[in-house]
Nanobody, 123 residues
Framework: QVQLVESGGGLVQSGGSLRLSCAAS????????MGWIRQASGKEREFVAA????????GYADSVKGRFTISRDNAKNMVYLQMNSLKPEDTAVYFC????????????????RGQGTQVTVSS
């Protein structure tokens, strides 16, 4: 079992930045690919970013490429999402997720997921 707790969400103006953090407990984080998935009100959940278990490979949705950066610190059991140049369409609940493979996260699926943190971008 892996428990994931997100933090760092909030209200920000368009063009601003936020850094989301995900603290993991339970099994060793380094066993899993990690990622972020978001779900806007009334919409399907969508893949945002993923990082391989070692941190050597990352992937992003086209909508956030060049603006968001995912990183991890396996020694601290932490995963981060740096979000810059935020847009109103980035408004959603952001979930930290873990999976056995990066491709699972890219498909918008996961093995474990946190409770989420709200990100609201005002225009």
């Amino acid at each position: 079992q892996v428990q994931l707790v997100e933090s760092g969400g909030g209200l920000v103006q368009s063009g601003g930045s936020l850094r989301l953090s995900c603290a993991a407990s339970g099994r060793t984080l380094s066993m899993y690919a990690m990622g972020w998935i978001r779900q806007a009100s009334g919409k399907e959940r969508e893949f945002v970013a993923a990082i391989s278990s070692s941190g050597g490979s990352t992937g992003y949705a086209d909508s956030v490429k060049g603006r968001f950066t995912i990183s991890r610190d396996n020694a601290k059991n932490m995963v981060y999402l740096q979000m810059n140049s935020l847009k109103p369409e980035d408004t959603a609940v952001y979930f930290c997720a873990a999976a056995s493979a990066e491709r699972t996260l890219r498909a918008g699926n996961y093995g474990y997921r946190g409770q989420g943190t709200q990100v609201t971008v005002s225009s």
